[in-house]
């Protein structure tokens, strides 16, 4: 990489972020399709948090810096467009045919699902499984609901506090507050602490609730704010240093080959969301071989139907699970037809119609060619 440094332009489309989309959708996939012992997919899930951080900040923030406020019916009506419409889709037909296979959703289920809280409902009350064991389609949607808690705040907190100069310290104490807890929590639930707090299934505690996975999206959103400051030339130089840049692909190595129990529930998280505050902006912003490799089309196509991807391909885990449990050549099959069907399907028939309202909306999205 080169020592010139150009942060990404959050006000036009910038394909390589589609890019880092489609990659983080393919690390989950396939760690979700058998190879979640050689392939970081939860790392993927970060990916995504980051990058939400920092585009929607930073797109607040352009807004904010212009007129001098933010319109908040606008924000959430784009949120709404851009997520509900097909993960309502996606609930009603995934949630009714585990039904008619023997599946049990109760109300409550289908409302936390629709009204982003899986992540809770799954931790203390859980999605109920096959008799078999096939497990519900709907336990993804956790991380739709983590992302969709800091929405809920972040906007009138960014507004309230950017002008003054606390935006970026709420943000540092966010990530520096979420680390403790996991700390605290890590030990607590492990010496049997009630239900109350660990919930039914301790194991999943830290990975899939809000007040524990929140700072992934704060670091992305700490990028943004810098960027839009005075600290933007100095987070420039940083981005553009390659020894800043060999740190950061160190911290990640790191974090994938080091094993051990309390580092992965605990500090993974926060080791990963700041190696991403050099790399994306650097593999997005700067020329390079791999921006290259992140503008490729097939690429950039997977990136943009990456939502739907990730909708549905918890769905094809389920029903392949439940037609070939044997996991066989018959199960991947199944799993990645489902899959590409329904993405597809999600993708030109609920999201790109969704586009022209969110543009009516002050959205940026682009959408490209039909393929």
């Keep these: 990489m080169t ?23 393919l690390l989950v ?6 190879l979640d012992g050689f392939v970081p997919g939860g790392f993927g899930v970060t990916a995504f948090f980051w990058i939400s951080g920092y585009l929607l900040t930073a797109q607040m923030l352009v807004e904010i810096k212009a007129t001098g406020r933010l319109n ?17 889709a996606y609930v009603l037909i995934a949630a009714g045919a585990f039904m008619m296979i023997g599946g049990v959703m109760t109300g409550w289920a289908w409302l936390w699902a629709v009204l982003y809280g899986a ?5 203390f009350v859980m999605f109920k499984p096959l008799p078999s064991g096939v497990a519900s389609p709907l336990t993804h949607l956790w991380s739709l609901a983590v992302e969709e808690h800091f929405y809920i705040l972040w906007p009138v907190a960014l507004l309230l506090l950017y002008r003054a100069g606390w935006a970026l310290r709420l943000l540092i104490a ?10 605290w929590l890590y030990q607590s639930c492990l010496s049997g602490v009630t239900e109350a707090i660990c919930g039914l299934r301790p194991e999943y505690r830290l990975y899939k609730a809000t007040d524990t996975r ?40 790191f974090g994938f080959v080091y094993r051990a129990e309390p580092f992965r529930e605990v500090w993974r998280y926060s ?32 990136g943009r139907l990456s939502y739907s991807i990730y909708l549905w391909h918890w769905a094809g885990v389920t029903f392949a699970t439940w037609a070939e449990p044997s996991h066989g050549v018959a199960w991947v099959g199944v799993a990645i037809a489902v899959t590409v069907l329904c993405a597809r399907f999600g993708y030109y028939l609920i999201e790109r119609p969704m586009v022209a309202l969110r543009r009516r909306a002050g959205s940026h999205a682009f959408v490209g060619p039909a393929r």
């Design 3 to 25: 020592h010139t440094s150009k942060l990404p332009d959050t006000q036009r489309y910038v394909p390589s972020l589609d890019g880092l989309r489609a990659c983080s959708v």
């Design 29 to 34: 996939i396939l760690a979700h399709f058998g």
């Design 72 to 88: 908040f019916r606008r924000f959430y009506l784009r949120r709404a467009l851009r997520l509900m419409p097909a993960a309502l």
């Design 119 to 123: 992540n809770y409902y799954d931790l």
């Design 174 to 183: 966010v990530c520096v507050a979420v680390l403790l807890w996991r700390i």
């Design 214 to 253: 929140i700072d992934s999206i704060a670091w992305g959103a700490m990028v943004a704010v810098i960027a839009a400051g005075r600290g933007r030339s100095w987070l420039s130089r940083l981005v553009a240093s390659p020894t800043a840049q060999a740190a950061a692909v160190a911290l990640l190595l």
């Design 271 to 302: 080791l990963q969301g700041i190696a991403l505050c050099v790399l994306i902006p650097a593999v997005t912003g700067m020329p390079s071989l791999v921006r290259r490799v992140l503008e490729w089309r097939l690429i950039v196509y997977v």
